[in-house]
């Protein structure tokens, strides 16, 4: 069954405004997470990674002011895209670290569409 | 600078037959490689990996090939069904713990035909 659950699965809304997007671990404390964001036909790119109860790792070339990510307990991490444009439509996907020697499991995803 | 390759963005496959997938990766810092399944709008489902202390990994009809002096990795499938028909990822970490960040390739489109 899932380990991780991502919602909303689809967002469609005008530019402007500002979405959120949750992140929950299902089976274990992840205290690290990862948000990926995947543009059509290219491959997933890591945005930053999401640390329980500290600031998140933003990757080069990612605005950390304009994607908040939040991580305040143990099973959810959210990633909130604000004042979003067309150009911000995209696929958004999280994922938990894994226990020791576990790969890394991802949520469905979340289709961002702006307006 | 994409520091993991997979150079062929799809590939068909007979049913019964054999599917071989590539990827090739540049940074010789990774020594941790995955292999991940993808179908359109849902998140990656993890597949296979290999250490890059292995040559090969091996769990029923998926078996992962390194060859770490060429930097390519390869992901078998056999015999391919129709359920296969997927996107396939690999990914490379730079050590194998848990909160290491990954590297995905661009992708290869796998279907299997009848």
Redesign the interface.
Known sequence: GAVVSQHPSWVICKSGTSVKIECRSLDFQATTMFWYRQFPKQSLMLMATSNEGSKATYEQGVEKDKFLINHASLTLSTLTVTSAHPEDSSFYICSQAGQQGQPQHFGDGTRLSIL | D?Q?KQNS?SLSVQEGRISILNCDYTNSMFDYF?W?KKYP??????LI?ISSIKDKNEDGRFTVFLNKSAKHLSLHIVPSQPGDSAVY?CAASRN?G??????????TRLQVTL
């Open positions: 994409q993991v963005p995955l991940y709008a849902e998140g990656p489902t993890f990996s990822f194998t848990t909160a290491s960040k990954l590297t995905f390739g661009t992708g």
